[in-house]
Protein backbone atom coordinates (compact mmCIF):
# COMPACT_ATOMS: atom_id res chain seq x y z
CA UNK A 1 0.00 0.00 0.00
CA UNK A 2 0.98 3.28 -0.61
CA UNK A 3 1.92 5.58 2.01
CA UNK A 4 0.38 9.34 1.85
CA UNK A 5 0.81 11.92 4.98
CA UNK A 6 -2.30 14.06 5.83
CA UNK A 7 -1.33 17.16 7.65
CA UNK A 8 -3.82 18.90 9.61
CA UNK A 9 -4.17 21.39 12.49
CA UNK A 10 -6.93 23.92 12.49
CA UNK A 11 -10.82 23.19 13.05
CA UNK A 12 -11.97 23.05 9.51
CA UNK A 13 -9.39 20.68 8.76
CA UNK A 14 -10.83 18.29 10.83
CA UNK A 15 -14.29 18.83 9.14
CA UNK A 16 -12.47 17.80 5.48
CA UNK A 17 -10.30 15.41 6.17
CA UNK A 18 -13.18 13.21 8.10
CA UNK A 19 -14.65 11.76 4.41
CA UNK A 20 -11.62 11.43 2.80
CA UNK A 21 -9.47 9.93 5.49
CA UNK A 22 -12.46 6.98 5.12
CA UNK A 23 -12.15 6.39 1.84
CA UNK A 24 -8.38 6.61 1.11
CA UNK A 25 -7.82 3.74 4.38
CA UNK A 26 -9.35 1.42 1.37
CA UNK A 27 -6.46 1.71 -0.87
CA UNK A 28 -3.79 3.87 1.23
CA UNK A 29 -1.73 3.20 4.29
CA UNK A 30 -2.55 6.74 5.87
CA UNK A 31 -0.92 8.53 8.51
CA UNK A 32 -2.10 11.61 9.75
CA UNK A 33 -0.10 14.81 11.35
CA UNK A 34 -1.95 17.14 13.71
CA UNK A 35 0.20 20.34 13.82
CA UNK A 36 -1.54 21.48 17.07
CA UNK A 37 -2.56 24.66 15.53
CA UNK A 38 -5.54 24.56 17.03
CA UNK A 39 -5.81 22.30 20.52
CA UNK A 40 -8.34 23.34 23.09
CA UNK A 41 -10.69 20.44 23.32
CA UNK A 42 -13.59 21.86 21.98
CA UNK A 43 -11.51 23.37 18.98
CA UNK A 44 -10.09 19.86 18.00
CA UNK A 45 -10.63 16.46 20.31
CA UNK A 46 -14.29 17.15 19.92
CA UNK A 47 -13.95 16.53 16.28
CA UNK A 48 -12.24 13.65 15.99
CA UNK A 49 -14.79 12.16 18.23
CA UNK A 50 -18.07 13.30 16.58
CA UNK A 51 -16.48 12.39 12.56
CA UNK A 52 -14.89 9.21 13.71
CA UNK A 53 -11.70 10.17 12.84
CA UNK A 54 -8.80 8.16 13.95
CA UNK A 55 -6.36 9.73 16.69
CA UNK A 56 -3.43 11.17 14.66
CA UNK A 57 -0.32 9.77 14.30
CA UNK A 58 1.65 12.43 15.05
CA UNK A 59 0.74 15.74 17.09
CA UNK A 60 3.46 18.35 17.06
CA UNK A 61 1.79 20.64 19.34
CA UNK A 62 2.47 24.07 17.37
CA UNK A 63 -0.37 26.37 18.41
CA UNK A 64 -0.38 30.32 18.77
CA UNK A 65 2.77 32.58 18.18
CA UNK A 66 2.90 34.80 15.26
CA UNK A 67 2.59 33.58 11.52
CA UNK A 68 6.52 33.32 11.20
CA UNK A 69 7.11 31.82 14.19
CA UNK A 70 3.78 29.25 13.49
CA UNK A 71 4.56 28.57 10.07
CA UNK A 72 8.33 27.99 10.64
CA UNK A 73 8.36 25.75 13.35
CA UNK A 74 5.61 23.78 11.82
CA UNK A 75 8.17 23.41 8.19
CA UNK A 76 10.84 22.35 10.49
CA UNK A 77 9.14 19.29 12.48
CA UNK A 78 6.88 18.62 9.23
CA UNK A 79 10.76 18.20 6.85
CA UNK A 80 11.67 15.57 9.57
CA UNK A 81 8.69 13.47 9.47
CA UNK A 82 8.36 13.65 5.77
CA UNK A 83 12.14 12.27 5.54
CA UNK A 84 11.50 9.43 8.25
CA UNK A 85 8.28 8.33 6.80
CA UNK A 86 8.71 8.84 3.17
CA UNK A 87 5.59 9.03 1.79
CA UNK A 88 4.03 8.90 -1.51
CA UNK A 89 1.99 12.19 -1.18
CA UNK A 90 0.85 14.80 1.29
CA UNK A 91 -2.43 15.56 1.23
CA UNK A 92 -2.87 19.75 2.66
CA UNK A 93 -6.57 21.23 3.33
CA UNK A 94 -7.77 25.14 2.11
CA UNK A 95 -5.62 27.84 3.64
CA UNK A 96 -4.30 28.25 6.88
CA UNK A 97 -0.44 27.93 8.46
CA UNK A 98 -0.80 24.42 8.45
CA UNK A 99 -1.70 24.18 4.68
CA UNK A 100 0.95 26.62 4.04
CA UNK A 101 4.01 24.52 6.10
CA UNK A 102 2.82 21.20 5.01
CA UNK A 103 3.42 22.24 1.41
CA UNK A 104 6.28 24.17 1.39
CA UNK A 105 7.53 21.40 3.58
CA UNK A 106 7.30 18.91 0.91
CA UNK A 107 7.63 20.97 -2.24
CA UNK A 108 10.99 21.20 -0.73
CA UNK A 109 12.64 17.73 -0.16
CA UNK A 110 10.03 16.75 -4.20
CA UNK A 111 7.11 15.16 -2.17
CA UNK A 112 4.05 15.09 -4.22
CA UNK A 113 1.46 17.55 -2.94
CA UNK A 114 -2.52 17.44 -3.10
CA UNK A 115 -4.31 20.36 -2.52
CA UNK A 116 -7.73 20.10 -1.52
CA UNK A 117 -9.97 23.23 -1.87
CA UNK A 118 -7.34 24.57 -4.14
CA UNK A 119 -8.27 27.70 -6.53
CA UNK A 120 -10.02 29.90 -3.84
CA UNK A 121 -9.20 33.56 -4.09
CA UNK A 122 -10.53 36.46 -2.40
CA UNK A 123 -8.31 38.52 -3.99
CA UNK A 124 -7.47 40.45 -0.74
CA UNK A 125 -3.67 40.03 -0.47
CA UNK A 126 -4.18 41.01 2.92
CA UNK A 127 -5.87 38.33 4.13
CA UNK A 128 -3.04 35.72 5.30
CA UNK A 129 -5.49 33.01 4.07
CA UNK A 130 -5.01 34.64 0.58
CA UNK A 131 -1.29 34.55 0.52
CA UNK A 132 -1.67 30.42 1.61
CA UNK A 133 -3.76 29.60 -1.06
CA UNK A 134 -1.98 30.61 -3.52
CA UNK A 135 1.45 29.62 -2.83
CA UNK A 136 0.07 25.89 -1.52
CA UNK A 137 -1.90 26.07 -5.21
CA UNK A 138 1.23 27.32 -7.03
CA UNK A 139 3.30 24.44 -5.19
CA UNK A 140 0.97 21.50 -5.62
CA UNK A 141 0.84 18.66 -8.06
CA UNK A 142 -2.77 17.23 -7.81
CA UNK A 143 -5.63 20.24 -7.30
CA UNK A 144 -8.69 19.76 -6.44
CA UNK A 145 -11.09 22.56 -6.88
CA UNK A 146 -14.72 22.63 -5.58
CA UNK A 147 -16.33 24.77 -7.54
CA UNK A 148 -16.15 26.00 -11.38
CA UNK A 149 -15.09 29.31 -10.53
CA UNK A 150 -12.04 28.07 -8.57
CA UNK A 151 -11.41 25.96 -11.97
CA UNK A 152 -11.62 29.03 -13.22
CA UNK A 153 -8.96 31.22 -11.34
CA UNK A 154 -6.49 28.22 -11.64
CA UNK A 155 -6.45 28.45 -15.38
CA UNK A 156 -5.83 32.32 -14.92
CA UNK A 157 -2.98 31.36 -13.03
CA UNK A 158 -1.82 28.60 -15.45
CA UNK A 159 -2.22 25.61 -12.69
CA UNK A 160 -4.95 24.45 -15.06
CA UNK A 161 -3.12 21.52 -15.46
CA UNK A 162 -3.20 19.17 -12.61
CA UNK A 163 -6.51 20.57 -11.78
CA UNK A 164 -9.52 18.40 -11.48
CA UNK A 165 -13.00 19.47 -10.33
CA UNK A 166 -13.89 17.65 -7.44
CA UNK A 167 -16.91 19.49 -5.46
CA UNK A 168 -16.31 20.23 -1.70
CA UNK A 169 -15.42 17.82 0.52
CA UNK A 170 -17.53 19.55 3.23
CA UNK A 171 -20.86 18.66 1.62
CA UNK A 172 -19.59 14.95 2.46
CA UNK A 173 -19.25 15.77 6.04
CA UNK A 174 -22.05 17.30 6.12
CA UNK A 175 -24.27 14.64 4.64
CA UNK A 176 -22.83 11.98 7.39
CA UNK A 177 -23.36 14.77 9.83
CA UNK A 178 -27.22 14.98 9.31
CA UNK A 179 -27.80 10.95 9.40
CA UNK A 180 -25.89 10.67 12.27
CA UNK A 181 -27.77 13.79 13.67
CA UNK A 182 -30.84 13.56 12.94
CA UNK A 183 -32.37 12.68 16.14
CA UNK A 184 -30.54 15.02 18.27
CA UNK A 185 -32.04 17.93 16.08
CA UNK A 186 -35.56 16.10 15.85
CA UNK A 187 -35.10 16.14 20.01
CA UNK A 188 -34.36 19.46 20.69
CA UNK A 189 -36.66 22.65 21.30
CA UNK A 190 -35.10 26.12 20.11
CA UNK A 191 -36.09 29.49 20.19
CA UNK A 192 -36.11 31.99 17.35
CA UNK A 193 -32.68 32.91 17.19
CA UNK A 194 -29.53 34.22 14.86
CA UNK A 195 -26.20 32.19 14.88
CA UNK A 196 -23.00 34.31 14.60
CA UNK A 197 -19.21 33.34 14.50
CA UNK A 198 -16.66 35.89 14.16
CA UNK A 199 -12.63 35.40 14.30
CA UNK A 200 -10.69 36.96 11.51
CA UNK A 201 -8.09 39.10 12.27
CA UNK A 202 -9.58 42.11 10.45
CA UNK A 203 -12.74 41.69 12.19
CA UNK A 204 -11.56 41.15 15.54
CA UNK A 205 -8.07 42.34 16.19
CA UNK A 206 -9.01 45.93 15.69
CA UNK A 207 -10.94 46.58 19.21
CA UNK A 208 -13.17 49.32 17.69
CA UNK A 209 -14.51 47.13 14.77
CA UNK A 210 -15.10 43.89 17.44
CA UNK A 211 -16.95 46.53 19.35
CA UNK A 212 -19.26 48.01 16.67
CA UNK A 213 -19.90 44.09 15.46
CA UNK A 214 -20.75 43.02 19.24
CA UNK A 215 -22.65 46.00 19.14
CA UNK A 216 -24.93 45.51 16.27
CA UNK A 217 -25.19 41.98 16.94
CA UNK A 218 -27.05 43.21 20.36
CA UNK A 219 -29.19 45.45 18.63
CA UNK A 220 -30.70 43.31 16.32
CA UNK A 221 -34.46 41.86 16.66
CA UNK A 222 -33.93 38.77 17.79
CA UNK A 223 -31.45 36.91 20.19
CA UNK A 224 -27.87 35.72 19.18
CA UNK A 225 -26.59 32.50 19.59
CA UNK A 226 -22.43 33.47 19.17
CA UNK A 227 -20.36 30.37 20.14
CA UNK A 228 -17.08 32.12 19.87
CA UNK A 229 -13.70 31.88 18.65
CA UNK A 230 -10.89 31.20 20.90
CA UNK A 231 -9.03 34.49 19.13
CA UNK A 232 -11.87 36.57 19.30
CA UNK A 233 -12.94 35.19 23.05
CA UNK A 234 -9.45 37.15 23.71
CA UNK A 235 -10.06 39.80 22.21
CA UNK A 236 -13.21 40.26 23.73
CA UNK A 237 -11.92 39.93 27.49
CA UNK A 238 -8.29 42.53 26.61
CA UNK A 239 -10.65 45.00 25.52
CA UNK A 240 -13.25 44.83 28.02
CA UNK A 241 -16.08 44.36 25.73
CA UNK A 242 -19.61 44.17 26.81
CA UNK A 243 -22.16 42.26 24.86
CA UNK A 244 -25.79 42.79 24.76
CA UNK A 245 -28.40 41.41 26.51
CA UNK A 246 -29.92 40.23 23.46
CA UNK A 247 -26.37 38.50 22.87
CA UNK A 248 -25.99 34.83 23.74
CA UNK A 249 -22.02 33.97 23.80
CA UNK A 250 -20.95 30.46 24.16
CA UNK A 251 -18.05 28.53 24.19
CA UNK A 252 -17.37 27.09 20.40
CA UNK A 253 -19.23 23.52 20.04
CA UNK A 254 -18.80 20.67 18.48
CA UNK A 255 -19.55 19.54 15.00
CA UNK A 256 -22.58 17.78 15.73
CA UNK A 257 -24.22 20.49 18.13
CA UNK A 258 -23.24 23.44 15.43
CA UNK A 259 -25.16 21.62 12.70
CA UNK A 260 -27.77 21.36 14.89
CA UNK A 261 -27.65 24.99 15.98
CA UNK A 262 -27.10 26.08 12.09
CA UNK A 263 -30.26 24.14 11.25
CA UNK A 264 -32.70 25.50 13.66
CA UNK A 265 -31.61 29.35 13.28
CA UNK A 266 -33.03 31.85 11.26
CA UNK A 267 -30.15 33.47 9.56
CA UNK A 268 -26.76 33.01 10.09
CA UNK A 269 -24.15 35.96 10.49
CA UNK A 270 -20.26 34.97 9.99
CA UNK A 271 -16.80 35.85 8.16
CA UNK A 272 -15.93 31.93 8.43
CA UNK A 273 -14.91 30.44 4.94
CA UNK A 274 -16.56 27.28 6.04
CA UNK A 275 -19.52 28.36 7.67
CA UNK A 276 -20.66 30.68 4.09
CA UNK A 277 -20.98 27.27 2.30
CA UNK A 278 -22.88 25.14 5.23
CA UNK A 279 -25.81 27.71 5.13
CA UNK A 280 -26.31 26.92 1.50
CA UNK A 281 -26.06 23.39 1.87
CA UNK A 282 -28.57 23.69 4.61
CA UNK A 283 -30.50 26.62 3.21
CA UNK A 284 -30.41 29.23 5.78
CA UNK A 285 -29.56 32.60 4.19
CA UNK A 286 -26.49 34.21 5.07
CA UNK A 287 -24.95 37.71 5.98
CA UNK A 288 -21.06 38.00 5.83
CA UNK A 289 -19.43 40.51 7.13
CA UNK A 290 -16.81 41.05 4.96
CA UNK A 291 -15.92 43.21 1.49
CA UNK A 292 -15.34 40.46 -0.42
CA UNK A 293 -15.43 36.10 -0.55
CA UNK A 294 -13.80 33.78 -1.60
CA UNK A 295 -17.30 32.17 -2.59
CA UNK A 296 -18.63 34.59 -4.56
CA UNK A 297 -20.83 31.67 -5.78
CA UNK A 298 -22.87 31.83 -2.56
CA UNK A 299 -23.03 35.96 -3.13
CA UNK A 300 -24.53 35.56 -7.25
CA UNK A 301 -27.20 33.01 -6.03
CA UNK A 302 -28.63 35.50 -3.60
CA UNK A 303 -28.20 33.52 -0.67
CA UNK A 304 -25.51 35.14 0.61
CA UNK A 305 -24.93 38.67 1.23
CA UNK A 306 -21.61 40.77 1.61
CA UNK A 307 -22.77 43.39 5.08
CA UNK A 308 -20.60 46.37 6.06
CA UNK A 309 -20.92 46.53 10.06
CA UNK A 310 -20.25 50.44 9.60
CA UNK A 311 -23.03 51.11 7.80
CA UNK A 312 -26.39 53.35 9.08
CA UNK A 313 -28.44 50.70 7.50
CA UNK A 314 -26.83 47.26 8.52
CA UNK A 315 -29.80 46.30 10.94
CA UNK A 316 -32.04 46.65 8.76
CA UNK A 317 -30.38 45.04 5.92
CA UNK A 318 -29.94 41.77 8.68
CA UNK A 319 -33.40 41.93 9.30
CA UNK A 320 -34.73 42.27 5.91
CA UNK A 321 -32.30 39.95 4.00
CA UNK A 322 -34.69 37.23 2.05
CA UNK A 323 -32.97 34.53 0.21
CA UNK A 324 -34.41 33.81 -3.20
CA UNK A 325 -36.28 30.42 -3.84
CA UNK A 326 -33.84 28.70 -6.33
CA UNK A 327 -30.89 27.26 -4.79
CA UNK A 328 -28.89 25.63 -7.59
CA UNK A 329 -26.34 22.45 -6.38
CA UNK A 330 -22.94 24.56 -6.26
CA UNK A 331 -20.95 22.06 -4.27
CA UNK A 332 -21.33 18.74 -5.66
CA UNK A 333 -21.89 15.65 -4.19
CA UNK A 334 -19.80 12.00 -3.43
CA UNK A 335 -16.86 14.29 -3.41
CA UNK A 336 -14.89 12.15 -1.16
CA UNK A 337 -15.25 9.30 -3.54
CA UNK A 338 -13.95 11.53 -7.05
CA UNK A 339 -11.36 12.20 -4.89
CA UNK A 340 -10.27 8.92 -3.81
CA UNK A 341 -10.34 7.66 -7.51
CA UNK A 342 -8.40 10.31 -8.80
CA UNK A 343 -5.86 10.04 -5.82
CA UNK A 344 -5.96 5.64 -7.26
CA UNK A 345 -5.26 6.68 -10.51
CA UNK A 346 -2.43 9.51 -10.04
CA UNK A 347 -0.33 8.51 -6.80
C1 LIG B 1 -6.84 29.93 11.81
C2 LIG B 1 -6.53 30.13 10.33
C3 LIG B 1 -7.78 30.64 9.61
C4 LIG B 1 -8.97 29.74 9.86
C5 LIG B 1 -9.17 29.53 11.36
C6 LIG B 1 -10.25 28.50 11.57
C7 LIG B 1 -4.24 30.83 9.73
C8 LIG B 1 -3.39 31.97 9.33
N1 LIG B 1 -5.49 31.14 10.14
O1 LIG B 1 -7.14 31.20 12.37
O2 LIG B 1 -7.53 30.66 8.22
O3 LIG B 1 -10.13 30.34 9.31
O4 LIG B 1 -7.95 29.03 11.94
O5 LIG B 1 -10.79 28.56 12.86
O6 LIG B 1 -3.82 29.70 9.68
N2 LIG B 1 -6.26 29.45 20.11
C9 LIG B 1 -6.57 28.88 21.32
N3 LIG B 1 -7.06 27.61 21.30
C10 LIG B 1 -7.24 26.89 20.17
C11 LIG B 1 -6.94 27.50 18.94
C12 LIG B 1 -6.45 28.79 18.93
O7 LIG B 1 -6.40 29.48 22.38
O8 LIG B 1 -7.68 25.73 20.23
C13 LIG B 1 -5.66 30.81 20.10
C14 LIG B 1 -4.20 30.73 19.61
O9 LIG B 1 -3.33 30.46 20.64
C15 LIG B 1 -4.00 32.09 19.01
C16 LIG B 1 -5.38 32.45 18.49
O10 LIG B 1 -6.31 31.61 19.13
O11 LIG B 1 -3.63 33.00 19.97
C17 LIG B 1 -5.48 32.31 16.98
O12 LIG B 1 -5.19 30.98 16.56
P1 LIG B 1 -4.53 30.69 15.12
O13 LIG B 1 -4.61 29.25 14.82
O14 LIG B 1 -3.20 31.33 15.03
O15 LIG B 1 -5.44 31.51 14.13
P2 LIG B 1 -7.02 31.46 13.92
O16 LIG B 1 -7.55 32.82 14.17
O17 LIG B 1 -7.57 30.33 14.70
N1 LIG C 1 -17.78 24.84 13.64
C1 LIG C 1 -18.09 24.04 14.72
N2 LIG C 1 -18.31 24.63 15.94
C2 LIG C 1 -18.27 25.99 16.12
C3 LIG C 1 -17.97 26.80 14.99
C4 LIG C 1 -17.72 26.19 13.77
O1 LIG C 1 -18.16 22.82 14.59
O2 LIG C 1 -18.48 26.45 17.25
C5 LIG C 1 -17.47 24.19 12.33
C6 LIG C 1 -18.32 24.65 11.16
O3 LIG C 1 -19.49 23.87 11.05
C7 LIG C 1 -17.38 24.44 9.99
C8 LIG C 1 -16.02 24.72 10.56
O4 LIG C 1 -16.15 24.57 11.98
O5 LIG C 1 -17.42 23.11 9.52
C9 LIG C 1 -15.59 26.13 10.21
O6 LIG C 1 -14.51 26.52 10.96
P1 LIG C 1 -14.03 28.03 11.08
O7 LIG C 1 -15.18 28.94 10.89
O8 LIG C 1 -13.27 28.10 12.34
O9 LIG C 1 -12.97 28.13 9.89
P2 LIG C 1 -13.00 28.67 8.39
O10 LIG C 1 -13.94 27.82 7.62
O11 LIG C 1 -13.37 30.11 8.41
O12 LIG C 1 -11.59 28.52 7.94
Known amino acids: MKKVLSIIGARPQFVKLAPLSKKIRQNFHEVIIHTGQHFDEN ?11 PNPDF ?68 MPEEINRIVTDHLSDL ?69 TIVNVLSSLDRKVIFPIHPRTNKLLKQNEIVPGYNLKIINPVGYFEFITLMRNCRKI ?23 ETEWKET ?7 LVDYNSEDVIDEIVNFRAPVDRPNLFGMNVSEKMYEILKEKI
Request: charged share 20%.
Open 43 to 53: MSATFFKDLEL
Open 299 to 305: VESGWNK
Open 59 to 126: FLGLGGGSHAQQTGQMLIELEKLLLSEKPAAIIVFGDTNTTLAGALAAAKIGVKIVHIEAGLRSFNRS
Open 269 to 291: LTDSGGIQKEAYILEKPCLTFRP
Open 143 to 211: LFAPTEQAVKNLRNENLGGNTHITGDIMVDTLNYALKKNRELVNNQQYDDYYLATFHRPYNVDDPQKLK
